[in-house]
Structure formats: structure tokens, C-alpha cells
């Protein structure tokens, strides 16, 4: 059985920054796709950011430039590197793992970010 367990969420100032791990066990080596979603309250979860075996990344639009994804294969892990961040990125951050493109996906937790001055 796979489990992801993200990390590094918190309360930040506007502009500053934060690294989000998701570490991936079990059953599971270097998953076709690892991602990012959020969700804001009242609204719909969304991509952010995604990231396949390769190194190939897509970003949602209002994120580009902020944030940055990461992996590392030999760890199974998965970063989000958030910069500048503004109130409109508070959100739960939830990590995403498809092990092979017809496997189902995973899904982390959650870890809580808040942007408040």
C-alpha cells in the first residue's frame, strides 16, 4: 500500500516563502506523474503544479514564475517550491501520485498554508 505524507505548510507573511515536501512509501518507485492540487475555501480543488518521471513540468497560470516543482526519484519524493506568496494562495496543498498513466491516483492529506500579514 502507497502512502504520501506532505509537509511544510504553515502561516506565512505576503511575500514570503515556503518548500512543500510529499514523500511517497510503500509500494511505489519513481511514479509516472507526481503533482500538486489546492483548495481555497468555497472553492473547487485545483492543479497547480505537475511533474512527470522525465522532469517534464505544467504550471497553472497564476502560479508561474512563484512556484517551482521538484522531484527526487531515489526518494520518491515530490517538491513544491512556493515564492512570493500572496493571500490568494492560501489554501490546502494536497500532493498527487499516478504510479504508471492506467494506475488510480493518490492522494496526500493535506498540509494547511496560510498567507497572512
Known amino acids: 500500500q502507497v502512502q504520501l505524507v506532505e509537509s511544510g505548510g504553515g502561516l506565512v507573511h505576503p511575500g514570503g516563502s515556503l518548500r512543500l515536501p510529499c514523500a511517497a512509501s510503500g509500494s511505489i518507485f519513481s511514479p509516472w506523474m507526481m503533482a500538486w492540487f489546492r483548495q481555497a475555501p468555497g472553492k473547487q480543488r485545483e492543479s497547480v503544479a505537475v511533474i512527470t518521471r522525465v522532469g517534464i513540468t505544467v504550471y497553472q497560470d497564476s502560479v508561474k514564475g512563484r512556484f517551482t516543482i521538484s522531484r527526487d526519484n531515489a526518494k520518491n519524493t515530490v517538491y513544491l517550491q512556493i515564492n512570493t506568496l500572496e493571500p490568494e494562495d492560501t489554501a490546502v496543498y494536497f500532493c498527487?501520485?499516478?504510479?504508471?498513466?492506467?494506475?488510480?491516483?493518490?492522494w496526500g492529506q493535506g498540509t494547511q498554508v496560510t498567507v497572512s500579514s
Open positions: 498527487y501520485v499516478r504510479a504508471t498513466p492506467t494506475s488510480a491516483a493518490l
